[in-house]
């Protein structure tokens, strides 16, 4: 069974303080990892997939990174607009034909002006 | 703008009753999962069709159901509904089982 989990569970930083957040994953056959920004009450928004150890992709102030066992999503110099949930996601070997997504509980993040 | 659309954005149903919720796909996007997120957790995978036929289910019991149709949109029908099933559902389209874009959600309420 995939599984996913998210560290930390909330994150608070100042303007300007770059950070990362974790996720650990555990799956059969790795067909993907994906990156979501989520804010209150609306749908996940998609930000990176990552498909082997190595690879990297950036977006503005965010750069995500992925190894065997786990992926970093680092921020750099946040700004308050940048504060939402972060959920990362795996697309595993064993869910057949189903690409069927395993999320984690995701990190909230609050950047403070 | 994911080119993905829900309706309704809010329900309130009492214990027992029967819902239907509504997607709407991007073109040509032939597969479409659901999702249910409950407060404060990731969302968590219900089922998902391609081509209309359900090609994916998660933990979740039969009053859960689907049904997809040619024109890109879809259906997710809960029967008998349980306080517990009190959460935001979300739909995702994907064209060829590549990545999924999310939809804005429908929240419901089981009193």
């Given at each position: ?28 056959g790795?067909?993907?990892?994906f ?22 992709k950036e ?15 680092h ?39 | ?111």
């Amino acid at each position: 069974e995939d599984q996913v989990t998210q560290s930390p569970e909330a994150l608070r930083l100042q303007e300007g303080e770059s950070s990362s957040l974790n996720c650990s994953y555990t799956v059969s056959g790795l067909r993907g990892l994906f990156w979501y920004r989520q804010d209150p009450g609306k749908g996940p928004e998609f930000l990176f997939t990552l498909y082997s150890a190595g690879e990297e992709k950036e977006k503005e102030r965010l750069k995500a990174t992925l190894t065997k066992k786990e992926s970093f999503l680092h921020i750099t110099a946040p700004k308050p607009e940048d504060s939402a949930t972060y959920l990362c996601a795996v697309q595993g070997g064993s869910s057949g034909s189903a690409r069927q997504l395993t999320f984690g509980s995701g990190t909230q993040l609050t950047v403070l002006p | 703008e994911t080119g993905v659309t829900q309706s309704p954005t809010h329900l309130i149903k009492t214990r027992g009753q029967q819902v239907t919720l509504r997607c709407s796909s991007q073109s040509g996007h032939n597969t479409v999962s659901w999702y249910q997120q409950a407060l404060g957790q990731g969302p968590q995978f219900i089922f998902q069709y391609y081509r209309e036929e359900e090609n994916g289910r998660g933990n979740f019991p039969p009053r859960f159901s689907g049904l997809q149709f040619p024109n890109y949109s879809s259906e997710l029908n809960v029967n008998a509904l349980e306080l517990d099933d009190s959460a935001l559902y979300l739909c995702a389209s994907t064209l060829n089982q590549q990545t999924q874009y999310f939809g804005p959600g429908t929240r419901l309420l089981v009193l």
